[in-house]
T-cell receptor, first 114, second 115 residues
Framework: DQQVKQNSPSLSVQEGRISILNCDYTNSMFDYFLWYKKYPAEGPTFLIS?????DKNEDGRFTVFLNKSAKHLSLHIVPSQPGDSAVYFCAASGPGAGSYQLTFGKGTKLSVIP | ETGVTQTPRHLVMGMTNKKSLKCEQH?????MYWYKQSAKKPLELMFV???????ENNSVPSRFSPECPNSSHLFLHLHTLQPEDSALYLCASSQDPQSSYNEQFFGPGTRLTVL
């Protein structure tokens, strides 16, 4: 049973427009959420995060929104650039047996078209 | 070297071979992780080490054997693997796995193919 879901496997956006990537979760114990970006042949790179006590966090062109009641978060990229083309993973932090663990979604492949 | 490094980047092995994956972190972190990424699946956590002590083993088959000699180095010893073990194996590190606010930093991964 997937606890973190990214229902869109892919997304195409025109350069300069807004990219919106969505993520849903089911476990109410998750209290910290992260977005990672992955280029081919590289490991995931941390992009931005948000604590469950906030509903928005912004860092330059990247903004993450959290709706706790809906168990939904989204990543907004504006304006989108061709270099943003990558796979984006949503991750949620929650307690494991002996330490906090990250649970990942399957990822959304973003293509920004010049 | 900076960040998290992994060697080899690519590995092809037969089912009867023994091989090891190596990970090194240069970030001064206390925790290290092994993940498996298979096609069309989320990253799956395999093992967690905190201050060299294993704190998580997510029901990983014994043909995968981790070793953490110190907080900077992590190995994954592979023995009698199956073709379905072919995947991208990612190593990560973080400062404090006892805190929820715990960003993990990943290496580039080892692409493993089991014939």
């Amino acid at each position: 049973d997937q606890q973190v879901k990214q229902n869109s496997p892919s997304l195409s956006v025109q350069e300069g427009r807004i990219s919106i990537l969505n993520c849903d979760y089911t476990n109410s114990m998750f209290d910290y959420f992260l977005w990672y970006k992955k280029y081919p042949a590289e490991g995931p790179t941390f992009l931005i995060s948000i604590s469950s006590i906030k509903d928005k966090n912004e860092d330059g062109r990247f903004t993450v929104f959290l709706n706790k009641s809906a168990k939904h978060l989204s990543l907004h990229i504006v304006p989108s650039q061709p270099g943003d083309s990558a796979v984006y993973f949503c991750a949620a932090s929650g307690p494991g047996a002996g330490s906090y663990q990250l649970t990942f979604g399957k990822g959304t492949k973003l293509s920004v078209i010049p | 070297e900076t960040g998290v490094t992994q060697t080899p980047r690519h590995l092809v092995m037969g089912m009867t071979n023994k091989k090891s994956l190596k990970c090194e972190q240069h970030l001064g972190h206390n925790a290290m992780y092994w993940y498996k990424q298979s096609a069309k699946k989320p990253l799956e956590l395999m093992f967690v080490y905190n201050f060299k002590e294993q704190t998580e083993n997510n029901s990983v088959p014994s043909r995968f054997s981790p070793e953490c000699p110190n907080s900077s180095h992590l190995f994954l010893h592979l023995h009698t693997l199956q073709p379905e073990d072919s995947a991208l194996y990612l190593c990560a590190s973080s400062q404090d796995p006892q805190s929820s606010y715990n960003e993990q930093f990943f290496g580039p991964g080892t692409r493993l193919t089991v014939l």
